[in-house]
């Protein structure tokens, strides 16, 4: 097996985070100045690895192996949040150069494909997984229209930073087989459970309702009990139920939430003629997804028929369908984390999205996350152990290789 370089993972990954360092973490959000300045160098460090490394129209840096397919696309995403972690992508970004550098430069597997990338606008400054969507091929006119905070759009953004022009790289049918990429977890289950490396076997979908409730409005006062449309009181026992009810049909690592309630008019001295609240859940599981809208369209009907209030919903239009990942990845990688931490691995679902989400229903597609300290992520104080980032990338080598043997 070949032996990735520790020492040298760790001096580059500190050098990307130079590139907007604040505090111990990072401000680098997409086509700013140092997102720019560190694609710049990205493109640097791609080349002297071995690779044909460019920007790409949409800002991708793609590092393209010398060597004929089949090639796997290894990459995460090399812009922060408003307040980022300085390991939130970067790490997976120096992961896959780190592995296509180690494996280019040993006779057993120089012959590998690794192509590299260090995808633009994961974290939506403008539009979320932008620049994966565009490796896929799935750019919208909505797309180049998102703006970020400044109002600045993603098409102004491009004529700014001189992208304009600039062809957009495609993910090649005939070329690449499949996509795997590294991260942190940004929770607490491994560092809890005292294992090294999580094998993330799919990445939990998000849904939910605004659900609506019309009673009538009257004096708080002089409105007796028995005959009040209380819009409040129906919302708070609904909750109740959705509380219980969901649970009978969650799998282990569901969550839901009510995170957002309103009443009118609000004031003290008024019953309340309407409410409203957003329900929302996540799984990685379609199924149990499918068992939370069956169990929330049922309950709004059972509310609506009992009364006394009228109860309806609207499905959110954000969602994200829970993703898959690829089963011979998932072996592979657990097979490697075997080898070199018996029992110290453990299978478990994303609770966060990634690129990988774009690329799962395209190409095979399959995951690594090594412990966050705390279950820190999206903030100055996000950090791993220097001993399982080094772990983490050796374990990466070791899937990709023989997930490339095996095809
Ligand atoms: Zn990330």
């Known amino acids: 097996m070949t032996d990735i370089d520790g020492a040298r993972l760790l001096e580059s990954l500190r050098t990307l985070r130079t590139f907007g360092a604040r505090d111990a973490g990072v401000v680098r959000p997409t086509y700013s100045d140092v997102d720019m300045a560190a694609r710049r160098w990205l493109v640097e460090t791609m080349i002297a690895a071995g690779l044909d490394a460019q920007i790409d129209g949409i800002g991708n840096v793609i590092g393209r192996s010398p060597n004929p397919g089949p090639a796997v696309v290894l990459g995460s995403h090399s812009d922060t949040q408003p307040e980022g972690g300085w390991l939130d992508g970067a790490m997976g970004v120096m992961y896959a150069i780190e592995v296509a550098r180690a494996l280019l430069a040993d006779p057993d597997t120089a012959h590998l494909a690794v192509d590299v ?22 750019i919208t006119e909505a797309h180049l229209a998102a703006a970020n905070a400044e109002g600045e759009t993603v098409a102004e953004a491009l004529e700014r930073v001189g992208l304009v022009g600039v062809d957009p790289i495609r993910l090649e049918p005939d070329r690449h087989v499949a996509y795997l990429e590294a991260h942190i977890e940004q929770g607490p289950h491994l560092e809890a459970s005292g294992n090294r490396i999580g094998v993330v076997t799919g990445i939990v979908g998000i849904a939910g309702a605004t659900v609506r409730f019309r009673g009538e409005q009257n004096h708080a006062g002089t409105t007796p009990m028995p005959i009040r449309k209380d819009a409040a009181a129906a919302l708070f026992e609904f909750g109740v139920h959705v509380r219980a009810r969901f649970a009978q049909v969650a799998g282990p690592v569901s969550v839901w939430t009510i995170g957002n309630l309103g009443v009118h008019p609000g004031a003290e001295s008024i019953v309340p003629g309407e409410a409203w609240c957003q329900v929302q859940y996540r799984d990685a599981s379609a199924d149990v997804m499918e068992r939370f809208a069956d169990t929330l369209a049922a309950l709004v009907a059972e509310f609506d028929t009992t009364g006394p209030c009228a109860v309806s919903m609207e499905r959110g239009d954000k969602g994200m369908a829970p993703v898959t990942m690829d089963a011979t990845i998932v072996r592979a990688i657990g097979a490697a984390a075997e080898r070199r931490i018996p029992d110290a691995w453990v299978e478990m679902p ?19 996350f090594i412990p966050s300290i705390g279950g820190v992520s999206h903030d100055f104080a996000e950090d791993s152990h220097d001993d399982d980032i080094v772990l983490g990338c050796q374990v990466f080598a070791d899937a990709v290789v023989s997930h490339l043997d095996s095809l």
């Open 117 to 138: 990338a260090a995808w633009a606008d994961e974290e939506g400054t403008y539009a979320s997984a932008l620049g994966s969507h565009s490796f896929v091929g799935e």
């Open 350 to 368: 994303s609770g966060a999205g990634h690129d990988a989400n774009t690329f799962a229903p395209h190409i095979p597609s399959g995951m690594l």
